[in-house]
């Protein structure tokens, strides 16, 4: 039983294009260009924010950038202690990433224990010569050494709020939303 | 959605929905296979006994593979040189195994029924790798995974299973998963091999191969057992043969494009000719293939469960 005590949405349609506007552009200037980049999305909605940075780096520099898509299941630290394992979904790197600069995409950034485990699981597909890391939101509280270089928006949140990112491409109105909700059983956020 | 049982014990007490659950589970674990590194750590720190009381290679190795591919710890008993051949009960070994904190027994026994009887008394999860002429419900799940990946889908299809029926744990197994999943099945071979009121689990029965084959899109041959030559099931190997073996001339009888199947180890020349066995219609090493990628699939799936010791 989950029960909403309050929702408010923090950014619109309009406000996640122009943070991803931004961000695509800081990736091209901070690698010099778009020489042996490539995109990774953490599923689910890293992907869809992957292929929206992709257009708009195609629409600034005309050239197609390599992505990819990462689920991180088989990888996270929380897989015993769920009372059921997440549904599996496939993984698709179609490029090589030796000596690639990578950069992985998430929605939220939150205690960093995605991010570990998606750095855990693109590590085994080579040695990329750089890792990057875009997210479209940063809600702090961090529990690893971990950072993004690329953030849309820093969001000061409670430990027990949750940040939600949602998309067209899931059937939703482009926007951000922060909830505050109680769950009877108290379970531990992702 | 998950897969809610301790167990995998056969396809008969599965649903549509969680046979469904492991096949598309399966399809993540198969690309992990054509990775340069074959691992992820999934299952690190969890342990999977192979427990076998019966001689195999492809389905030991296959469960092997697909626990070390999942980074759990592999050990595998068979009868000859453990304790088993000391006269120690299956129980007895079981529970000894369990109190090394195994999370996960994959047991291989002659008798029917012996996954079941386990998985009674230990909290470890068991997997059946077949037991007697019962089930053998890794192999239905990777011959229905090969089914759908070549043809597509399984509802409305058209599979014979041809061989000795009575005595295979292969062909009830796949009569379970095939029939829940909406395929029709023919049953095809000797009298003396199709067990008596078979009828009852949805199939129909040939006696005939040109008949049993007519139209099919999948065939899947079963091995005759050698060693149960001169019971009286069949006069000899060589008329058989000649009846229900599978060869390129009778094979013209299925569909164009059926597929031929076959769970290993192949009799060359008995059940299956060799042609056929390496024709453009086998896809016996796809079998063996997605073998591991079901069983990976079902190991994760299983370990959602509490560990015995937590």
Redesign the interface.
Known sequence: MTITLYEKVICDRAGINRSLSRIAHEIIEKNKGTQNLALVGIRTCGVHLAQRLKKKIFEVEKVEIPTGTL?I???RDD??S????P??????IPFDVNDKVVVLVDDVLFTGRTIRAAL??LL???RPRAVQLAVLIDRGHRELPIRADFVGKNLPTGKDEKVKVLLEEEGEDDRVVILHSRREDREKPA | MSLKRKDLLGLKELSKEEIGLILDTAISFKEIASREIKKVPTLRGKTIINLFYEASTRTRTSFELAGKRLSADVINISQAGSSVSKGETLLDTARNIEAMNADMIVIRHASSGAAEFLARHVKSSVINAGDGAHEHPTQGLLDLFTIREKLGRIEGITVAIAGDIAHSRVARSNIYGLTKLGANIRVIGPPTMIPKGIEAMGVSVHHDLKEGIRDVDVIMMLRIQLERQGKGLFPTIREYSEIFGLSKEKLKWAKSNALVMHPGPVNRGVEIMPDVADGLSSVILDQVTNGVAVRMAVLFLLSGQPSPAG
């Open positions: 689920d299941t088989l990888y897989l015993g769920k009372k059921a394992p549904v599996l979904k496939t993984t698709e855990g699981s085994d597909y080579g």
